[in-house]
């Protein structure tokens, strides 16, 4: 049985920023886990950066790639960053 | 000949000002002390003047030093007379030269109002009466000039009044020991407020030099400063800022070698740096030394800041977020992705800030938490870790040590360039066009090329042994280090890059 449609806000910074174009969207998905969330937006706006070099943070927390997702989450992907 | 001597002979300005004279300066300043027929009343008709001549001349060449420093001139001098001078004598002479008569004025003042005040030398005058008198030379300068070149001390009023600081928090800020590493978007705004604040002693670390890109955002510096040293340069402008302020300079990079030593001689490292091998080895020495850490970094737009309180239950190193080594150039650096100059000062500031407050023990500092501020926007978020995450720092002990063991003990070489060839390297120039030919490598048979060129072409044979060579040593370490990563065990930099003539030491 596939999982039941979501609604999620995910927010971008840095270079995913760049890459989405956007800074913020909100997207109708299946996806269960903040890693199949990744997976499918790094497809859709090729973010290039593998998930070990991210950190995913859901609602303004640091979680894991394998937490689960809920209708109304807010999902943040967040590159590292070095200049200065 | 020291700028700073004591002379028996009498003193002729016009030669004295020889010494200090130079084509590249705009003006000269300079001042004359001169024995006079009276004081205090008295007449006098002639005086004798004394030194500790060791202590005078150590104290004299530091007041020198201090005024080349403070006001940014090299040409400085100062002749103090000793034994017998009659009336119109002159007792000391000051001379200054610099681009603008602005700092030479100054400096010179400086000059003359420390060496007053600060020299071992007496004054015994001969009154017309026939009796004698030692003055003190500091003593003996008239009430009024005396209020009028005391020189105004840092004044702390405005910060003082708060409640967070006080004049206890105001003592903890001036025994406060802070290593600053780089001196750049982030540093500049670091620098400015700590010294601002009176923090005691400051340590600057930064192996660049001034260029012209940097200046849109690193607001201290000047346009006509391009090509020096940006330590130093950051030292000069500190100083002046806050005289009280206690600096130190390390003009070099932070390396595996050497951040040891300098981390442990302070309390709170301030990490401005750029790029990712430094900020993960401050982070590694600052847990294995048991010292706090405020981190900070830009992209474009945004930044972020984080700090580690080692021995803090939860406390959050560099790697509790990052757990291992990000090759740099994963993600952009100002000089590729570009940035406005406001967002490194901002994220600067809260650095600056964040570190005030630990030492002021203030409220509301950042916990184990990542702080992402987006100035196109203007929003900031507290990302918060969860405590299981930080803490015992096992883990992030475990990756430093693994990558320190692969990527670090033998990456750099000083090796003779001329043997390399011999040994079975494969010599790789890492430099523009422009920089081979003006110090062209000789006496090795090399290639020329990018790393990108050089990472393509690497991917035929993992196991080549390449020794890559730049003009500072900085660029092929960095090479060398990313390719090392990809997994060529036998790519090495030439340390301190090729300076042109012979290797051979």
């Known amino acids: 049985m596939p999982s039941p449609n979501k609604k999620i806000l995910v927010s971008y910074f ?43 943070a859901l609602n303004a927390e640091f979680t894991t790639w394998n937490a689960r997702l809920r209708d109304g989450d807010h999902v943040v992907f967040i590159p590292p960053v070095a200049g200065g | 000949m020291s700028a700073f001597r004591l002379s028996v002979a009498p003193i002729v300005p016009q030669l004295e000002a020889r010494q200090v004279a130079g084509s590249d300066c705009g003006g000269f300043a300079s001042f004359e002390g001169w024995v006079r027929n009276h004081n205090d009343g008295r007449a006098s008709n002639r005086l004798e003047y004394e030194a500790f001549a060791e202590l005078a001349a150590t104290e004299g060449e530091k007041v020198l030093e201090e005024a080349r420093r403070k006001f940014g001139v090299d040409r400085v001098a100062c002749v103090h007379r000793v034994g017998a001078l009659e009336v119109g004598d002159v007792a000391v002479w000051v001379g200054v030269a610099a681009a603008h008569r602005a700092e030479a004025f100054a400096a010179c003042r400086y000059i003359i109002d420390e060496v007053k005040h600060r020299l071992p030398i007496w004054k015994k005058e001969h009154y017309q009466e026939g009796d004698t008198a030692w003055v003190n030379c500091e003593a003996d300068s008239d009430p009024v000039s005396a209020s009028e070149v005391a020189k105004p001390a840092s004044d702390y009023s405005r910060q003082t009044a708060l409640a967070e600081v006080g004049v206890l928090g105001q003592a903890r800020l001036r025994s406060a020991r802070v290593l600053v590493v780089g001196a750049g978007g982030l540093g500049v705004p670091v620098l400015s407020y700590l010294a601002g604040a009176g923090v005691g002693t400051i340590g600057i670390v930064d192996g660049d030099v001034l260029e012209a890109s940097n200046l849109h955002r690193q607001t201290i510096y000047s346009f006509a400063d391009v090509g020096k040293p940006k330590a130093e340069l950051a030292a000069r402008h500190i100083g002046r800022l806050n005289p009280e302020v206690q600096l130190e300079v390390h003009p070099m990079r932070l390396t595996p070698e050497s951040a040891r030593s300098l981390i442990e001689a302070y309390e709170i490292i301030v990490d401005c740096t750029d790029n990712f091998t430094t900020t993960f080895l401050i982070s590694d020495v600052a847990l294995e030394l048991d010292r706090i850490a405020v981190f900070a970094s830009v992209y474009q737009f945004e930044g ?33 992705v570009g940035t406005l100059g406001p967002v490194p000062g901002i994220l600067g500031s809260i650095q600056a800030l964040e570190t005030l407050k630990i030492i002021l023990d203030a409220p509301g500092q950042l916990g184990a938490e990542l702080l992402l501020v987006d100035l196109m926007n ?90 890559l060579v730049c003009s500072r040593g900085v660029r ?30």
């Open chain 2, 304 to 336: 972020q800041v984080q700090v580690f309180r080692p021995g803090q239950p939860d406390s959050l190193c560099y790697r509790c977020i990052w757990p291992t080594q990000i090759p740099d150039g994963t993600v952009g650096t100002c000089d590729l």
């Open chain 2, 476 to 505: 092929s370490r960095q090479a060398a280090l990313r390719l090392r990563e990809l997994g060529f065990p036998a790519v090495y930099s030439l340390a301190g890059g090729w300076r042109g003539g012979s290797t051979a030491a």
């Open chain 1, 14 to 56: 840095a270079l995913f920023r760049e890459r989405a174009g956007r800074s913020e969207e909100t997207i109708q998905t299946h996806c269960e886990t903040t890693a199949d969330l990744y997976r499918e937006l790094s497809e859709r706006h090729a973010l290039k950066l593998a998930s070990d070099r991210v950190k995913v």
């Open chain 2, 378 to 467: 203007y929003t900031q978020t507290r990302f918060l870790v969860p405590p299981e995450a930080s803490g015992q720092h096992k883990t992030c002990r475990a990756h430093a040590r693994a990558e320190v063991d692969v990527r670090f003990l033998d990456l750099e070489t000083t090796m003779a360039l001329e043997s390399a060839g011999d040994q079975g390297f494969d010599v790789v120039d890492l430099r523009t066009e422009s920089e081979a030919t003006a110090k062209p490598l000789h006496g090795v048979a090399h290639r020329r090329m990018s790393v990108e060129e050089l990472l393509l072409e690497a991917e035929q044979s993992q196991d080549r042994k390449i020794l």
